[in-house]
Structure formats: C-alpha cells, structure tokens
C-alpha cells in the first residue's frame, strides 16, 4: 500500500474546546503499526511535518500543524498481558477507558489515574497527566516500554533496557517520534472507598497535612463563589458540610483501597478502581496548571485564593488541588519534585488571560512547572532553567529527529 494514497486531504481542526486549530494539509488514520509507520516515513521524506493529536484533549498548541496530523484512534485495544509481572501492553490509541474495562476482566489495576478517562493513553501519558496522592507518581511513571516510529520509519524502543532513554520518552509531548504501543506496569485489582465532604478554607488548611498523610488519594477544589460549583459539574455536598458558608469553601476528597463490597450511598462510594476516579466535565473551560514543590502548595494556594478574591473575583472558577510524587521523567513536571498540582480556569469567550498571567507570576516564584496540555506561559529559557535534564533532551530529540520532523512551533520555541 502506498501510504501517500491512504491519507486524506487535509483541512481545520480544533482541539475539543475548541480554543486551539489549525489547517492541515494531510490527515492520517492508520489502523496498525506498520502503516503508521509508512505514513510517517513518506509524509517527512516529503519535508512534511508530522503531529499526532490524541483525544485533542490538550488546551495547549502541542497537536498543532500545517503538515501531516495523525488520529490514532483505528489503534486501539490491550496487545499483551503479562500476569506474572502484572503489566499490559497498549495500542497508543486506546482511551484510559477502554483500558480500565480489559483490566478490570483481567483482575487488574492501574497504579493510579486522573479525573478524565476519555483521553488517548500516549497523549495523556505523555504530557504529564497525573491523579492525586502524595506517594503516587504521575501516569506515566507507570510506563516501562514503549515503541516509538522514528522519521524513517523504523521503531525505537524504549524499556528498562535504557534507563536514559525510557525517562526521556515517558513524557516527551510526541517529540521523539509518533508512540504506537505503551506497556504499563499495573497492579493486582482492587477497590476504592471514595469520601466527600465540604469543609471552609481555613479548615482544609488546617487538615492538608494530616489528609495528604493519612489517605492514598487527597484533594480538594476551592470555590469562591456557590455559582463555582456548577462549572465542573460538582455535587452539592451541603448535607455533609461542616462549613454554613456557600463561598470560600473547599469540596474535598479522600479515597483509599478497600476490600468492602461495592456500595454508593450519600456521599461515599465504593467501587472497581477505573469507576472511582473519573469525574464528570464538560468541555466549558480553558485550564491552566502548575505543579508546585510541595512544601510550597499551602502558600500558594493561599497566595491565588486572594488574587482571585480581590483582584479577580468575576474568575469563578474552582481551583483544583491534587498531590503527585516525583519521578525520573527528564521533562516530567514532576521530575525529582514532590508536588502539589494547582490549576485554575478561564471562562471561553472571556478574555481570561491577565488573570491567567497573574497566576502564573505567583506560581513561578515558587519553582513551578507546567503540565505540557495545559495553558502555561513558559519559554525556552524557563524550560532551561526548571528542568534539570532540558539540555540532555534537546540533544537527544536533535538526535533522533534533525530535521524537526515532530516539532511545531510552540514546542520549537521550547524545545528545538
């Protein structure tokens, strides 16, 4: 098959809030590695760049271009299972989701996850997402081996092999190469009791230490505002309030593993891991966020909580509050950094961005790094600066791909 044949005319694209697009010329839907791979090759012998776009879930430029943009989504499901190690093999392709149910059948279960389970496994691991717990890394910590497509068309490989290698890929925002497979180390199945409660702010200061400590999962969002609660589409936890207060009060959660049967009553649930950890959200928000050194996250929280109160009280938006653990990944947010991960949003149609700048001057005197799918105001001097290994993974990017086949713009400016 001759893949400049099997792709398709290209055209504009939107990420799914639609605040990032562009105009393609070419898109492409390979169904297997191999074609994937065949793509690739002819689209960069053609001096054509090449982005893949996951779910589009990002609200940053990363899946942007004007040359080759890939969907993986005709490669999908689990390829492998290795039950003595407890560890899956995945087509890039498939949602966190879909992941959740094969494990589930097969008496396993992700490490950890985030709130969103829509997402393309490659493009959410690979930009840093991340759930809440104070000794669990990021989801792509749990990443030991991966198959990338180089511009030629070959396959790299990146497992423990290579330890150098491996962390340089774990989250690398599709810059070495388009992924085509991920194996993930799991763990044996198991269940969560999830807790919820609304409490004020002073008092889930009071108690961020002892909850961080005392819970697999911790966090929490702040709402300014009652109206706060309805843009992320939160219960109305009044009936278990501690707090008479509507405004300026902290929607909380712990959760931890249980061996009691399932069960949903009030504001407790306890069900299969992947069913407790996604929240529902609509796609009415263009998010920042930052992972904080974590002995800073209480006076940072505190810091945006009063910008928001007094300079910017029309931004309503709760902020959210997770913790993650550091990992090895060179670009990782979280890279050798315990952290606490502080995000705030902007209403679409507003002109949000001084607020957003003004948020961004608080976190960053405190060492902050972004999440790569999440609006940031970074430059290539401040990647330089925050992240130890930059230079290593500029080397090996200019390595693997000299003619910056995998870059656009915004990650040039960064990272080229």
Request: proline fraction near 5%; charged fraction near 20%.
């Amino acid at each position: 098959m001759d893949s400049r044949t099997s792709r398709q005319a290209g055209g504009l694209w939107r990420n799914w809030v639609g605040n990032q697009a562009c105009i393609v010329r070419a898109r492409g839907a390979p169904g297997s590695e191999a074609e994937l791979a065949e793509m690739v090759h002819a689209a960069t012998a053609e001096g054509m760049a090449v982005r893949c776009a996951g779910s589009g879930h990002s609200f940053t430029p990363v899946a942007l271009t004007s040359g080759l943009h890939l969907t993986l989504s005709g490669m999908q499901g689990v390829t492998g299972i290795d039950r003595e190690r407890k560890r899956v093999s995945v087509a890039a392709g498939t949602t966190i989701n879909a992941l959740g149910k094969v494990l589930k059948e097969n008496g396993l279960s992700l490490i950890n996850q985030g709130d969103i389970d829509s997402q393309a496994l490659a493009g959410a691991l690979t930009t840093g997402t991340h759930g809440t717990g104070a000794t669990l890394g990021n989801m792509a910590s749990q990443i030991v081996g991966m198959r990338i497509v180089q511009p030629d068309g070959s396959i790299l490989i990146a497992d423990e092999s290579n330890p150098d290698l491996l962390n340089a890929a774990r989250v690398s925002i599709g810059m070495l190469g388009v992924i085509s497979e991920i194996t993930l180390q799991a763990m044996d199945s198991y269940r969560l009791h999830e807790t919820l409660w609304r409490c004020s702010f002073d008092e889930c200061m009071e108690q961020h230490d002892e909850l961080a400590a005392r819970h697999r999962h911790f966090g929490f969002f702040w709402c300014p505002v009652p109206e706060s609660r309805h843009c992320y589409c939160l219960p109305d936890t009044a009936s278990v309030s501690t707090s008479t207060s509507l405004s300026d009060v902290c929607e909380m959660k712990i959760i931890d593993i249980t061996d009691a049967d399932p069960m949903e009553a009030g504001f407790e649930k306890i069900a299969y891991s992947s069913e407790i950890y996604p929240i529902e959200y609509v796609p009415n928000f263009h998010e920042l966020e930052y992972a904080v050194p974590v002995r800073y996250g209480k006076e940072a929280c505190r810091a945006v909580r009063e910008l928001m109160l007094t300079k910017h009280p029309t931004c309503i938006y709760p902020i959210e509050y997770r913790f993650t653990a550091g990992d090895p990944g060179w670009i990782s947010p979280f890279f050798e950094q315990d952290s606490i991960t502080l995000s705030v949003s902007g209403q679409p149609g507003t002109d949000y961005w001084s607020y957003l700048s003004d948020v961004d001057a608080i976190l960053r005197a405190f060492g902050s790094r972004p999440h790569w799918g999440k609006l940031h105001f970074l430059t290539g001097d401040d990647v330089t600066a925050l992240y130890p290994r930059a230079g290593d993974f500029r080397a090996l990017r200019e390595k693997l791909d000299p003619g910056g086949s995998f870059l656009n713009d915004h990650l040039r400016q960064l990272f080229g």
